[in-house]
């Protein structure tokens, strides 16, 4: 009996634009993806061939996605724990893990596990009806243990009255406390199934209403103690909680000079995507790097600064007649489109600039976003 | 009735690395490539899904690979012209125009028009029996017209006893004046549909028997006056003969300062590599916004100098194993590798590293290449 090769090297599982954005550097390294995807046409199936599609809570579509591919990885953290230990037991290696997986699937998890960790977090407790969250304090931030993202399944809580829509929500719920912020921080790592960690600089996110719309790599101004704590944080969680691939630690940076876990991704995220363009090694290059076991790459930036503004739909509904709009106006800015239909808010893309001078960067990638989003100067 | 939006923007004639490498800026550009493919798993085709098998000198094949597309661009200049021409009658614009690509596909109608031009060309004659040549003069070069690639098709001759090979050729044939040359260069421009133009900083390209296998960016220690002339020729080169998408001019930098054209490519260049990773926009990318009519990007260099180096087929016969050694020496240098099995002196990937220090520069590139290449430190 001879063995033959895999034809895949890695089966991606959900077909968004992180996915997508996987193939980039897939290409270059020469590893072969396929894909569990949602549609025929997701943002992700349209350049990933060799895709299925199915829905990631379908054992037999999840194995039918990943047949031949050694390695499973993630667009998102949706899937049901139990399929992927089945997965693992049909011989695939799920990269990061179900047992990791379950602390960016599980917000109690994650806090419970963070907190046993020492690992710096806004103060929290688990509530099971309104009056928990009442003897906890208000205001406070009511969070469903399960399904959010982007802002969904996040409440300000005042009081009372404000529990009614979190406590219909199916999930088990936590409370934390309303953090005095200054501004929010990401910090990344890559760890490789051979354990090697490489981490990326601190970088500034800013949002609205829960969503990124802009990224400063890295972070403005940041106290190098800060910086340095960050780090740690980033590099023991990855290590504690055994992540294989991107890790991205979204924190507080509070008032008082602290650094507090927000919220974890186990994948390329959002905050990440300023290393396209600005670091040797992107986010996704590492991700694929780490999830095979390849040695990790530089995560050095290219340019002092690198700012990574989102599309989120707006007033341009035509984004490729639009695009010629943008490109003409900054030759120098990179636009990245993820093949999806504009909706109002909707993340459909990004545009990365790279400078030595920050105000300068800003303003053309600012102005680049707006032609795409809104067709209008800023 | 109602116009569907095509499901294609551009189509690519030729499975190889260039079509390949012109998938990773289509994803960022929200571009949607189909493919003619030599082979279910060529290079392009593992990473194009949408592509049809057949070969690029059948009219049938070619109508169905293009089908829905309104561009037509290519991997190769191979095509043969009468087809392009139907291809145009039937709504297809192809980017080059068959009456650019002729001038990359016959030498002898390349050498006349850049004559007529006044472009500067070695002394060259057509020949159409040896004494022909003795005529010329020897010590020469006899070269086909057509079909000659990396060192194919291309005699030295001293003496009648060296034109028997080439006059067996089945293609028209001419002679040029063997060339005294301090090293070759490589001048490229964009030009877009909409004519305008954007050129890339010159750049030395170091051969072995007719193959490309190191690339310095910008040319070292170049004389301004001879990059100004080299820059000009290639926009004349580009606007005289209608070229749409990149071209490239390979030019000689003669003993006596002089830069004469070698050769036409009139596609994404293996002297352009370098652009990947070490310009702001690639030559790839560029080349999609060209046959696009997009607005052109950037030429810009992102460090101070980049050097480019080929993987020729050598010793090291599974580069899927050897790429693990490689990233792990030189974190810092991208690998670009083809998903081409490895013959020898076959052209199976290449790697970019980019800096401050040329020496340094080179060095890295060199033993990135060569753990690639033969598994050896250099």
Redesign the interface.
Known sequence: MTHEAPRHDVAVIGGGQLA??M??P?????L?LCLLAEGPDVSAA??????HVGTHTDLDDLRRAVDDAPVVTFDHEHVPPEHLRTLAQEGHVCRPGPDALIHAQDKLVMRRRLTELGVPCPRWAEVHEPVDVEAFGFPAIVKTARGGYDGKGVWKAESLADLDEPFRAESALLVEELVPFRRELSAQVARSATGEIVDYPVVESRQVDGVCFEVVAPAPNLDPALEARARRIARTVAEELDVVGMLAVELFETEDDQVLVNELAMRPHNTGHWSIDGA??SQFENHL?AVTG?????T?P??PWTVMVNILGGAVTE??AQ??VA??AQ??V??????KAVKPGRKV?HVTAVGEDLEDVLRRARHSAALLTDGEQP
Do not use: C
């Open positions: 997508r954005m193939q980039q897939a290409i270059a390294l020469g072969r349209q350049v990933i061939g060799d895709h040797v090694t790097r390849l040695p990790l790459g530089s050095t290219r340019q984004l490729a695009r010629e490109l003409a030759p120098d990179k636009v990245h489109l993820y093949g893309g």
